[in-house]
């Protein structure tokens, strides 16, 4: 029987899968996240994405291996993980009080093939005070997140609209992936004796 595998080290990420009554493996992939030249918010995810399930084909020819990458973009400039204190506040200065997009791409390696998809979420966050901005980096969560903020943590005080998927901000767009999931098979286990 076929195991799936997480190729990833967000605990977010497994978290949602367990959601849906998945125990996955998680085995990280070792990619390379830099952004190449003239590479769109959304060419870039679907890139890492793939990237992480394939880098772990080799090792797992039997299985399933999903990967999964999120990023938040503002007129077509790529926010990632903030390095410091610093990136994070420019972050915030720049996305404050204006819709931008969350992009989280899935990648599902199954049987040779790389099933895709993208998701698409618009966001809000309001203006935040320089002593905000501090106290949130200073808690400690924002320091290994797309755009320097979690929806699902502290950081849902700074959210003002929502547009899309709360769980693909998150990182991983539940409905997508266990449809993507199911189509490939492996649907969610309190559903696999369904017709």
């Known amino acids: 029987m076929s195991k799936l595998i997480l190729a990833s080290a967000s605990p977010r990420r497994l978290a949602l899968l367990r959601q849906l009554g998945y125990d996955p493996q998680v085995q990280v992939a070792d990619v390379d996240e830099t952004p190449q030249a003239g590479e769109c918010p959304e060419r870039l995810v679907q890139r890492l994405a793939r990237s992480k399930a394939t880098a772990l084909a080799g ?20 926010f990632g993980k903030a390095r410091d204190a ?13 819709d931008h997009q969350v992009h989280t791409a899935v990648a599902l390696l199954h049987d040779g093939q790389v099933y895709e998809l993208l998701h698409s979420s618009t966001v809000r966050l309001r203006s935040m005070s320089p002593q905000e901005m501090a106290d949130y980096w200073a808690s400690g969560e924002p320091a290994d997140k ?32 266990a449809r993507l999931l199911s189509q490939c098979g492996f649907p969610p286990p309190a559903f696999s004796g369904s017709t």
């Open 59 to 78: 090792s797992h020819p039997e299985n399933l291996i999903l990967a999964a990458d999120t990023v938040v973009a503002l007129a077509g400039q790529a």
């Open 86 to 98: 610093a990136e994070a506040y420019a972050m915030y200065a720049q996305l404050g009080g204006k």
């Open 146 to 177: 797309a755009g320097a903020y979690a929806i699902q943590g502290l950081g849902a005080i700074f959210v003002e609209h929502l547009q899309g998927s709360f769980s693909g901000v998150m990182g991983l767009p539940l409905f997508e992936t």
